[in-house]
């Protein structure tokens, strides 16, 4: 038996765990929020956004459903679209990784995700985000020499998420989108 074989059976039993970790996670958010500072909000940034790099890993909505990868995000105007607020856009590219199914076994699948990435911060420790785009998906048929397969709904690219920043070097992140959701460690430098 393969290695993704026997993963299709534990990941049906891993299921339960990981709905319970997105409940602790929300629970976490919840909880532990800090009051919004008004002035925050609303004061515009000055200075330069960092660089981040994010590693994440989730659950896809396709076929086996398990999904990871990283991202890098590179600022593009520092006080983003809404010069009155403190907002930021980023241009994000990276590659993810997925398990899925072809011919009745697990196979790896590669994608890479283009996006724009827009996040507005809340205090210092809490922001939200939109980003849209693009993810080029090479089908694990293309890696078995069978051509191209067709997969539209995995180049659609877009999410909402936030983002818990421990320190002005690493922060959590939770995002919700397509083509999966995932939760991961946000680097900044």
């Given at each position: 038996?393969?290695?993704?074989?026997?993963?299709?059976?534990?990941?049906?039993?891993?299921?339960?765990?990981?709905?319970?970790?997105w409940i602790v996670m929300a629970a976490v958010i919840v909880f532990h929020a800090a009051p919004v500072k008004a002035s925050y909000?609303?004061?515009?940034?000055?200075?330069?956004?960092?660089?981040?790099?994010?590693?994440?890993?989730?659950?896809?909505?396709?076929?086996?459903?398990?999904?990871?990868?990283?991202?890098?995000?590179?600022p593009i105007v520092h006080n983003g679209f809404v010069p009155r607020i403190n907002n930021s856009v980023y241009i994000n590219f990276g590659a993810d990784f997925y398990l899925v199914r072809y011919r009745n076994e697990a196979h790896g699948a590669l994608g890479i995700p283009i996006a724009l990435h827009w996040e507005f911060y809340f205090s210092e420790k809490w922001s939200a985000y939109g980003e849209a785009g693009i993810n080029i998906f090479f089908h694990p048929s293309l890696f078995q020499g069978d051509g191209w397969t067709r997969s539209p709904e995995r180049w659609i690219a877009g999410s909402i998420g936030g983002r818990f920043h421990i320190n002005e070097a690493v922060a959590l992140t939770l995002h919700v989108g397509n083509p999966y959701s995932s939760f991961g460690v946000l680097f900044k430098f």
């Open positions: 038996m393969s290695f993704f074989n026997m993963y299709l059976t534990f990941s049906h039993k891993m299921i339960p765990f990981v709905k319970m970790l909000v609303g004061t515009p940034f000055e200075g330069e956004r960092p660089r981040v790099f994010d590693l994440h890993v989730g659950m896809a909505y396709y076929d086996i459903g398990m999904a990871s990868g990283g991202r890098f995000g590179i």
